[in-house]
């Protein structure tokens, strides 16, 4: 069975602060989406990555998927208030492209 | 403008009784989810159609029955509600079957008492 684990579960900063959210597996994926969810809200697609190494820039957000595309980070830069939310990564099953692999996400409060 | 709307929002019952969740996609999109959310936030996908055809059916009690009139529509109705079934219940949408990328509503907050 394919796991997504993603670590911290929870994470209290101040604005201001650098942090960085990791997903990781034994297995490999195809692609790796983030989202980010607000209360009350659904998920809301952040970034999609393909490439084993493959790093992306959303402003002040960093996503970078592994060499062995069995993990990824989040780094976010000088974290501000709005970007409080569950983060979740999901993997899509490189044995079977309708499958998606949700991690348990990442709880975000940025404290002004 | 709502691309995927689910109705109602919230949804309080109590055990035994039966309900539905509607939810309607206007980005042309073929394929639509049903997708759990327990208190501890974990997303589990429950069904899946493309172009109204039934193309994942996970480990899903019989009570809960989808239904999809058209590709823009995906409707779930569930039987004999139990208090288990208490979650928010999120509707989704994708281009084709790759899931990629997902597309949701905002979720129902189904309330079993």
């Known amino acids: 069975t394919q796991l997504l684990e993603q670590s911290p579960q929870f994470l209290s900063i101040q604005e201001g602060e650098n942090l960085t959210v990791y997903c990781n597996s034994s297995?490999?994926?195809?692609?790796l989406q983030w989202y980010r969810q607000e209360p009350g809200e659904g998920p809301v697609l952040l970034v999609t990555?393909?490439?084993g190494g493959e790093v992306k820039k959303l402003k002040r957000l960093t996503f970078q998927f592994g060499d062995a595309r069995k993990d990824s980070s989040l780094h976010i830069t000088a974290a501000q208030p709005g970007d409080t939310g569950l983060y979740l990564c999901?993997?899509?099953?490189?044995?079977?492209?309708?499958?998606?692999?949700w991690g348990l996400g990442t709880s975000l409060a940025v404290n002004p | 403008d709502t691309a995927v709307s689910q109705t109602p929002k919230y949804l309080v019952t109590q055990m035994g009784n039966d309900k539905s969740i509607k939810c309607e996609q206007n980005?042309?999109?073929?394929?639509m989810y049903w997708y759990k959310q327990d208190s501890k936030k974990f997303l589990k996908i429950m069904f899946s159609?493309?172009?109204?055809?039934?193309?994942i059916n996970e480990t899903v009690p019989n009570r809960f029955s989808p239904k999809s009139p058209d590709k823009a529509h995906l409707n779930l109705h569930i039987n004999s509600l139990e208090l288990g079934d208490s979650a928010v219940y999120f509707c989704?949408?994708?281009?084709?079957?790759?899931?990629?990328?997902?597309?949701f509503g905002n979720g129902t907050r189904l309330t079993v008492t």
């Open positions: 989704a949408s994708s281009q084709d079957r790759r899931q990629f990328p997902l597309h």
């Open positions: 980005l042309g999109h073929d394929t």
């Open positions: 159609y493309n172009n109204k055809e039934l193309i």
């Open positions: 297995s490999v994926f195809s692609s």
């Open positions: 990555v393909v490439t």
């Open positions: 999901a993997g899509g099953d490189a044995g079977n492209n309708r499958k998606l692999i």
